[in-house]
């Protein structure tokens, strides 16, 4: 994990996950499957507003981000949606935030964006989590943004459902 990657790169980046980096396939498998059905952004809002009340989510690498309201909207906004490759897969992920970012991992360190604003920002993390999806697993991707200001906390930012099934590549 030396070299930072370029700051572009981190959906890229995904294709090259495989099941070994989360886990054993048996741990993978059970990890990847979630306890949620969610179809729609009424019942993501409910579910992401349930888990907010419950404090800070923390992924396996040790990372603890909060889930703002701002962040609720941000996540199930239209622009969020058109991000993920499937407006299914997204919700299934958004509505099972809690237990796919705990087994997150950041297996890499990236560059800020120098075309976006980032005044206040110490760093934007990229973590990567597996999701069972119609006979798949996916790779999704969260985007945390992590504050320079004291009090302010890191915020989970972003979550993206990739296409690409990593349990060819055990």
Do not use: C
Request: glycine letters at 4%.
């Amino acid at each position: 994990m030396g070299i930072k990657q370029p700051w572009d790169s981190s959906s890229e980046k995904a294709k090259e996950l495989k099941i070994s980096d989360f886990g054993t396939p048996e741990e993978v498998r059970e990890m990847a499957q979630m306890p949620r059905t969610v179809k729609n952004r009424e019942e993501t809002v409910a579910i992401l507003k349930q888990i907010a009340k419950n404090g800070n989510l923390t992924s396996k690498s040790g990372i603890a981000a909060s889930l703002s309201g701002k962040s609720i909207d941000k996540i199930v906004s239209e622009q969020a949606l058109h991000q993920s490759f499937s407006n299914m897969a997204h919700w299934q992920a958004v509505g099972n935030i809690d237990k796919l970012f705990s087994n997150a991992i950041e297996p890499w360190k990236f560059d800020l964006n120098p075309r976006k604003n980032n005044e206040n920002l110490e760093n934007r993390r990229y973590l990567y989590a597996p999701m069972e999806y119609r006979g798949h697993i996916l790779p999704i991707k969260f985007t945390v943004k992590e504050y320079k200001q004291k009090g302010i906390n890191k915020r989970l930012y972003s979550v993206e459902a990739i296409n690409i099934d990593i349990w060819a590549k055990k």
